[in-house]
């Protein structure tokens, strides 16, 4: 697309060096509108169930966090600018009636990708983490989500004070948080 008018019908096919997934359970957030942005990719995978951060460039994996229970499913990524800081944000959904994971993790972009979001020791790019379990199928005594679906989505406030962060899980609920700028 050029100025809203469609220049090609001819996709861009990319391979991604170092990252891989299966079943179509998957997401890529450019950091800016250019094939050659840097980017992050989430997918399942049982070896890179997690978040990577992709060099425009070259398209090879430069970080990634710890891959997370392979029982549950990465597949939803946003990426905002907020206040001068870079954020992205994942989900973990849980497409079973046992276990536990439907959860959002909202992390620092500035920082590299490392360690788990989810356990006791969180990584220190770790800004937010939802509660495992709070919002999901199973915590809303709701139908199991059994396709293993959720989204994330983040926006900013008119005003610029305002980062608010949108998830949801299939069969389970959808919930909004913000986070502001202001200093108290």
């Keep these: 697309m050029s100025n809203g008018q469609?220049?090609?019908?001819?996709?861009d096919i990319i391979d991604i060096n170092g990252y891989a997934w299966n079943w179509n359970n998957a997401d890529v957030k450019y950091m800016?509108?250019?094939?050659?942005s840097d980017y992050y990719v989430v997918g399942y995978n049982p070896s890179?169930?997690?978040?990577?951060?992709?060099?425009?460039?070259?398209h090879s994996v430069t970080s990634a966090n710890t891959t997370l229970n392979t029982n549950f499913i990465v597949n939803s990524v946003d990426y905002i600018e907020f206040n001068?800081?870079?954020y992205v944000a994942y989900n973990h959904v849980n497409g079973f009636n046992w276990g536990a994971a439907d959860q959002v993790f909202l992390l620092d972009a500035e920082m590299p990708?490392?360690?788990?979001?989810?356990?006791?020791?969180a990584p220190t790019n770790l800004i937010w983490a939802a509660p495992k379990g709070a919002y999901g199928p199973n915590a809303a005594s709701a139908a199991t989500n059994t396709n293993g679906?959720?989204?994330v989505v983040m926006a900013v406030s008119e005003n610029g004070y305002f980062l608010y962060l949108y998830f949801m899980f299939t069969n389970g609920y959808?919930?909004?948080?913000?986070?502001?700028?202001?200093?108290?």
């Excluded at 469609?6 to 996709?11: E, G, I, R």
């Excluded at 890179?48 to 070259?58: A, E, R």
């Excluded at 990708?113 to 020791?121: F, I, N």
């Excluded at 959808?174 to 108290?184: N, P, R, S, Y």
Aim: aromatic letters at 2%; proline letters at 6%.
């Design 149 to 151: 679906t959720g989204d």
């Design 113 to 121: 990708l490392v360690g788990d979001p989810s356990s006791a020791t």
């Design 6 to 11: 469609l220049v090609s019908q001819t996709p």
């Design 48 to 58: 890179t169930n997690n978040l990577g951060k992709v060099s425009g460039q070259n």
């Design 32 to 36: 800016t509108p250019s094939l050659s």
């Design 84 to 86: 001068n800081g870079k």
């Design 174 to 184: 959808v919930v909004g948080v913000q986070f502001d700028c202001i200093d108290i």
